[in-house]
């Protein structure tokens, strides 16, 4: 059974998501402390983390960023607060994979985590590696080297990697990357998409020139 951990001091935000991930057959672990939650979150026992932003003890921004190191990396989702551009944008440089805006739907949230948890049921059953150029990807241990030298992804960076990889030359537009990648429909922000494109340009220099940017669509791996 998957599980969830769910660092969260707002206890009705807590029990509310505990209960609706229960609903669907998720085991779930709740902590309201930020560093209990990251000591939680390094024990590797957790496949996906819903994470706040505002913590005690320790921010969600700093729990991310700690995580970057863990192998296997978990799944992060972030709680922000609604319209908050400049901590979405934060969050994702600080590791953060998605992120759900408060007040949300629960109907919202379990389908992103029931995508989330799919896809990694489909990738953890593929066997072998992707190379591209100097880029290796090996597909069991969710583990990238350029030029024989480890690179740190998050796991939705490792996803976006892939799904280029594998798309060599097609034109990929932002729309069908959200849906594809994301599992569902971003309400028209694909600033999601050009964020994690930028991470993955600077992580992998190679990709400056070999992801183009097609004005109006999308982005192309040539």
Avoid at 4 to 32: A, F, N, P, T
Avoid at 132 to 143: R, T, V
Wanted: hydrophobic share 40%; charged share 25%; proline share 3%.
């Amino acid at each position: 059974m998957n599980k969830i951990l769910v660092v969260e001091d707002e206890l009705s935000i807590q029990k509310m998501i505990e209960y609706d991930l229960w609903q669907i057959g998720l085991h779930v672990v709740c902590e309201s402390d930020g560093l209990k939650g990251y000591e939680l979150a390094t024990t590797g026992e957790f496949s996906l983390i819903i994470l706040d932003l505002m913590l005690p003890s320790m921010s969600g921004f700093e729990i991310s960023e700690k995580l970057r190191a863990l192998k296997p990396r978990p799944y992060i989702l972030m709680l922000t607060a609604m319209d908050d551009e400049v901590n979405k944008i934060q969050g994702f440089h600080a590791g953060a994979d998605d992120y759900v805006t408060k007040p949300f739907s629960p109907r919202e949230l379990t389908a992103r985590i029931k995508a989330v948890l799919r896809r990694q049921k489909e990738t953890a059953v593929t066997d072998g590696h992707l190379i591209y150029e100097s880029i290796e990807m090996d597909l069991n241990a969710y583990s990238v080297k350029n030029a024989g030298a480890l690179v740190t992804l998050t796991l939705k960076e490792f996803e976006l990697l892939k799904h280029f990889i594998e798309n060599t030359g097609m034109v990929l537009s932002r729309d069908q990357l959200l849906v594809n990648l994301w599992g569902y429909q971003y309400d028209g922000d694909s600033r999601v998409v050009d964020v994690h494109i930028f991470n993955l340009r600077e992580k992998l220099p190679i990709l400056h020139e070999k992801m183009n940017t097609i004005r109006g669509i999308g982005y192309q791996l040539t």
